[in-house]
């Protein structure tokens, strides 16, 4: 393990877990804290992604760092064919941090092994979105108070969904979690996900109904179920409308109930649910700039 | 015409034994037998109590280091070494895949970064029988029925 890089959710150890949980509620208590001044945060967007971007930008002017970078790759010389290799060397001259997000799977290890400065993966295709899963710990600390004995359902696309998979790594570290998953048939969890569980003596339980079982959960973390995922339109739509959470579904649920979401959503959460306290999505969002910060703060030592 | 002139006997170096005969080819490749300045016989299609059929392999005045021979049980996993001095074995060894593998592989994931840019795959090796190999980089598990030997 390389300390200084934020590769993938297993990089960092619980201590670490329970340090960017602090760091961030630090940095949402006194924002303003200019600790990178002076410093140059590269931000390399081979792939577009307004969201994850804007959050990493808001959350290095908050440091007061300085921003180099691009947003596509379509606008910098990687479509002239220059290599990641090439183009990570040139950038850790310049920067003294790389964010980076890239379609390709395993880009940002790579990366992390040519870069002289740290590298914090923002996404690297199919793979690993470590900061998302650390924003969704920050948000499921600050509803619930404690990262144990959480009741977690994940609802939606559970086997290519990259966010529940490092979710649940993540949260595997804590006292007696208890994972639900409610899921069509078609993209239930992947089996060495349940044999990790199993290794780890956790409980987990399985549904494919959407219903009343939701009243014991702590947490509901809403996924998009995609059409692009079934092979057959059909068995898309007899589940499309199965995996929707609506308002009169939380009546029976627990106070403390918080709902999650990695956005952007399509129709999974019904918008009657936006104005129930229980409705976390946009909140989780915001943490997600605390979040960064408390990562950047932590991989650079400045706090 | 007698089975043992099939491949006949070296002074000294190492015979590679039991490789099957499918892996023949992808053992001399990997062990870049086919840039080796001395002598190297082998044949294939042998008959073995052990295997349907098998290949071997001779070469003269080498000596592999554990190492580097480890690198062929990813396709020989039963491949066995026989030391050779003046015409007699002074040692035997059994292949034994190792636990991390670098370069031999390709992953099985067409959006890998090692599939993309020219870089050495790397591996931890999460089975041995059947194989599975872990990706450093993308974290997808190539199965032994989906592996490719560069
Ligand atoms: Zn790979």
Redesign the pocket.
């Given at each position: 393990m390389n300390a200084q890089n934020l590769i993938s959710i297993t990089d960092f150890s619980k201590e670490e877990y329970m340090r960017i949980m602090e760091l961030a509620a630090d940095f949402e208590a006194n924002p303003d804290q200019r600790l990178l001044d002076g410093k140059v945060v590269a931000t390399l967007f081979f792939e577009p992604s307004t969201r994850t971007r804007l959050s990493f930008e808001t959350a290095i002017n908050r440091l007061g760092g300085e921003i180099i970078g691009f947003t596509d790759s379509s606008s910098s010389s990687v479509t002239k064919g220059e290599s990641l290799h090439d183009t990570i060397k040139m950038v850790s001259n310049y920067a003294d941090l790389i964010v980076m997000r890239h379609p390709l799977?395993?880009s940002a290890r790579y990366a992390s092994e040519v870069s002289d400065v740290p590298v914090i993966n923002a996404g690297d295709g199919a793979n690993q979105h470590p900061t998302q899963t650390l924003l969704d710990m920050y948000s499921i600390v600050k509803t619930q108070e404690t990262l144990d004995n959480i009741n977690l359902f994940m609802v939606g696309d559970l086997k290519y969904g990259r966010t529940v998979h490092s979710l649940l790594m993540a949260m595997s570290h804590f006292d007696n979690p208890i994972f639900n998953f409610i899921a069509p048939p078609e993209l239930t969890m992947p089996n060495e996900y349940k044999m990790y569980l199993q290794s780890k003596g956790l409980r987990y339980f399985e549904h494919t109904e959407f219903t009343d079982i939701i009243s014991e959960a702590d947490i509901i973390y809403m996924t998009r179920v995609q059409k692009e995922r079934f092979p057959d339109p059909v068995d898309y739509e007899k589940v499309k409308n199965v995996y929707i959470l609506r308002n009169k579904m939380l009546k029976h649920t627990k106070d403390n109930l918080r709902i999650l979401h990695p956005l952007p959503r399509v129709n999974e959460i019904h918008t009657d649910v936006d104005s129930n306290p229980k409705a976390y999505y946009f909140e989780q969002a915001r943490n997600g700039v605390y979040t960064r910060m408390a990562i950047i703060a932590h991989l650079l030592n400045l706090k | 015409m007698k089975k043992q002139l099939n491949v006949s006997a070296i002074k000294q170096g190492t015979v590679i034994d039991h490789i099957p005969t499918t892996a023949l080819f992808k053992v001399i490749s990997i062990l870049k037998l086919d840039e080796c300045k001395d002598m190297v016989t082998f044949g294939n299609n042998l008959d073995s109590n052990v295997m349907e059929g098998k290949a071997i392999i001779k070469v003269e005045n080498r000596f592999f280091k554990d190492k580097e021979i480890n690198k062929i049980a990813l396709v020989a996993p039963h491949a066995k070494l026989n030391t050779i001095k003046d015409y007699e074995v002074v040692e035997k060894y059994v292949v034994e895949i190792p636990d991390e593998i670098q370069d031999i592989a390709r992953?099985?994931?067409p959006k890998?970064?090692?599939?993309n840019e020219n870089i050495d795959?790397h591996f931890e090796v999460i089975s041995k029988s059947p194989v599975a190999l872990k990706?450093?980089?993308?974290?997808?598990i190539?199965h032994q029925d989906q592996m490719d030997i560069k």
């Amino acid at each position: 393990m390389n300390a200084q890089n934020l590769i993938s959710i297993t990089d960092f150890s619980k201590e670490e877990y329970m340090r960017i949980m602090e760091l961030a509620a630090d940095f949402e208590a006194n924002p303003d804290q200019r600790l990178l001044d002076g410093k140059v945060v590269a931000t390399l967007f081979f792939e577009p992604s307004t969201r994850t971007r804007l959050s990493f930008e808001t959350a290095i002017n908050r440091l007061g760092g300085e921003i180099i970078g691009f947003t596509d790759s379509s606008s910098s010389s990687v479509t002239k064919g220059e290599s990641l290799h090439d183009t990570i060397k040139m950038v850790s001259n310049y920067a003294d941090l790389i964010v980076m997000r890239h379609p390709l799977e395993g880009s940002a290890r790579y990366a992390s092994e040519v870069s002289d400065v740290p590298v914090i993966n923002a996404g690297d295709g199919a793979n690993q979105h470590p900061t998302q899963t650390l924003l969704d710990m920050y948000s499921i600390v600050k509803t619930q108070e404690t990262l144990d004995n959480i009741n977690l359902f994940m609802v939606g696309d559970l086997k290519y969904g990259r966010t529940v998979h490092s979710l649940l790594m993540a949260m595997s570290h804590f006292d007696n979690p208890i994972f639900n998953f409610i899921a069509p048939p078609e993209l239930t969890m992947p089996n060495e996900y349940k044999m990790y569980l199993q290794s780890k003596g956790l409980r987990y339980f399985e549904h494919t109904e959407f219903t009343d079982i939701i009243s014991e959960a702590d947490i509901i973390y809403m996924t998009r179920v995609q059409k692009e995922r079934f092979p057959d339109p059909v068995d898309y739509e007899k589940v499309k409308n199965v995996y929707i959470l609506r308002n009169k579904m939380l009546k029976h649920t627990k106070d403390n109930l918080r709902i999650l979401h990695p956005l952007p959503r399509v129709n999974e959460i019904h918008t009657d649910v936006d104005s129930n306290p229980k409705a976390y999505y946009f909140e989780q969002a915001r943490n997600g700039v605390y979040t960064r910060m408390a990562i950047i703060a932590h991989l650079l030592n400045l706090k | 015409m007698k089975k043992q002139l099939n491949v006949s006997a070296i002074k000294q170096g190492t015979v590679i034994d039991h490789i099957p005969t499918t892996a023949l080819f992808k053992v001399i490749s990997i062990l870049k037998l086919d840039e080796c300045k001395d002598m190297v016989t082998f044949g294939n299609n042998l008959d073995s109590n052990v295997m349907e059929g098998k290949a071997i392999i001779k070469v003269e005045n080498r000596f592999f280091k554990d190492k580097e021979i480890n690198k062929i049980a990813l396709v020989a996993p039963h491949a066995k070494l026989n030391t050779i001095k003046d015409y007699e074995v002074v040692e035997k060894y059994v292949v034994e895949i190792p636990d991390e593998i670098q370069d031999i592989a390709r992953c099985f994931n067409p959006k890998c970064i090692t599939n993309n840019e020219n870089i050495d795959t790397h591996f931890e090796v999460i089975s041995k029988s059947p194989v599975a190999l872990k990706c450093h980089y993308c974290e997808k598990i190539t199965h032994q029925d989906q592996m490719d030997i560069k």
